[in-house]
């Protein structure tokens, strides 16, 4: 079957064409984040930390979320590493 004819002209054979930008020579970074939840009320970020260093963990930062308003934690956190995004590559 023939495509329909469209009223601005076009062929509407997309197929060819590409939009997105060019590829750079360097490959994508895996992320190195890391989300953590159900974390105890009362956990630090240096509680956090001193758990994964005694698992063989170097975590670059621990961020632990608060609530905006009350500052009570949420019990979730996010770490990021020194690495290939896996514990075991670091």
């Avoid at 895996?30 to 001193?50: H, K």
């Avoid at 590493?81 to 896996?86: C, L, R, Y």
């Amino acid at each position: 079957p023939t495509p329909p004819t469209l009223p601005f002209g076009a062929d509407g054979d997309y197929r060819d064409q590409d939009y997105r930008p060019e590829a750079t020579e360097e490959e994508p970074r895996a992320s190195t984040i890391v989300m953590l939840r159900m974390l105890p009320q009362a956990a630090t970020e240096n509680d956090i930390r001193a758990q994964l260093q005694a698992q063989g963990v170097q975590p670059r930062e621990v961020r632990l979320m608060r609530n905006k308003s009350s500052g009570e934690p949420r019990q979730m956190g996010a770490l990021q590493g020194e690495g290939g995004g896996h514990p075991e590559a670091q």
